[in-house]
């Protein structure tokens, strides 16, 4: 029973580099969320997805793109990374979008941008 | 912002104490969540309270909904060393926003 299981787990880019972040979960969960935490600032929600071919913007989601490619799985590609982008990943699930559900995350993806 | 906010930042006890945390929120909530962080780990869900619940139990862990305050608290009791970690509050909105959390110390 994996859970949500985020691929690398630590990555190190160069300014202006692109990378994607890999999340797939087991659960069948419907919902799959990004967040990034930062010290100080608690997590805050960069993209999610309802359901499966559905994604929407959170809180800041500039600088991020997203992909639910399927049920399980749910990406999120930096473009053209920035310092400001440092910061450790997180992805999420949950059994449906709505707050009565609790959210299973994955272990994280610490990401140095330089 | 409707994010949480957890008070105290940082509480240190002895093993066996009990450990008590609270989190403010500024808007109306449907639910309210607590979830426990590890150190270099993902969030765990601990437990979810409703808002027309006052106080839900499990095991070791008490929480307790104040809506008229847009308050919640955490109350663990016996601690052990291996609750030593940080807690965050989640208040929803259309998503959740968590707070910076609560680093918790228990002493052995």
């Known amino acids: 029973n994996a859970g949500v299981t985020q691929t690398p787990k630590f990555q190190v880019l160069k300014t202006g580099q692109s990378m994607t972040l890999q999340c797939a979960q087991d659960?069948?969960?419907?919902?799959m969320y990004w967040y990034r935490q930062d010290p100080g600032m608690g997590l805050r929600l960069i993209y999610y997805?309802?359901?499966?071919?559905?994604?929407d913007k959170g809180e800041v989601p500039n600088g991020y793109n997203v992909s639910r490619l399927n049920k399980r799985e749910f990406s999120l590609r930096l473009e053209s990374a920035a310092p400001s982008q440092t910061s450790v990943y997180f992805c999420?699930?949950?059994?449906?979008?709505?707050?009565?559900?609790?959210?299973?995350f994955g272990s994280g993806t610490r990401l140095t941008v330089v | 912002s409707q994010q949480g906010e957890e008070d105290p930042q940082a509480l240190s006890i002895q093993e066996g104490e009990n450990a008590t945390m609270n989190c403010s929120y500024k808007t109306s909530i449907n639910n309210l969540q607590w979830y426990r962080q590890n150190s270099g780990r993902g969030l765990v869900h601990l437990i979810l309270i409703r808002s027309n619940e006052r106080e839900k139990h499990s095991g070791r862990l008490r929480v307790t909904l104040d809506t008229s305050k847009k308050s919640s608290s955490l109350l663990i009791t016996a601690s052990r060393a291996a609750d030593t970690a940080s807690y965050f509050c989640?208040?929803?909105?259309?998503?959740?926003?968590f707070g910076t959390g609560t680093s918790l110390t228990v002493i052995p």
């Open positions: 659960m069948n969960h419907n919902s």
């Open positions: 999420a699930s949950s059994e449906a979008h709505g707050t009565g559900y609790g959210y299973t």
């Open positions: 989640a208040t929803d909105g259309n998503q959740f926003y």
């Open positions: 997805s309802a359901s499966e071919g559905t994604t």
